[in-house]
């Protein structure tokens, strides 16, 4: 099994960025996929997540605006958009599949939001 995510960087506070994470080795479409994040000094936190069954989604208040959270399954991808990045973003971003009792994290990706 494996979660490679990609897309992380630097990027100016109000600037954009798409992470992805391609994922092998499970049946991707029967998992629920999600992106959490974790700040330096901080506990890992959900940023969104999408189902498996509907694709319905669901975010973290503080960033349902501006993040958008899409997953392909036919190219076993998961993708998370993220617009008018703050300071506050900055963390590193995890890639997770879940089902029942079964968990998968991906190794990360920095994301710094700085001028």
């Known amino acids: 099994v494996q979660l490679v995510e990609s897309g992380g960087g630097l990027v100016q506070p109000g600037g954009s960025l798409r992470l992805s994470c391609a994922a092998s080795?499970?049946?991707?479409?029967?998992?629920?996929m999600s992106w959490h994040r974790q700040a330096l000094g901080k506990e890992r936190e959900l940023v969104a997540i999408?189902?498996?069954?509907?694709?319905?989604?669901h975010y973290a208040d503080s960033m349902k605006d501006r993040f958008t959270i899409s997953r392909n399954n036919v190219r076993k991808m998961l993708y998370l958009q993220m617009n008018s990045l703050k300071p506050e973003d900055t963390a590193v971003y995890y890639c997770n599949a879940a089902s029942g009792r079964t968990n998968y994290w991906g190794q990360g990706t920095q994301v710094t939001v700085s001028s």
């Open positions: 080795g499970f049946t991707f479409s029967r998992y629920a």
């Open positions: 999408t189902t498996s069954a509907s694709g319905s989604t």
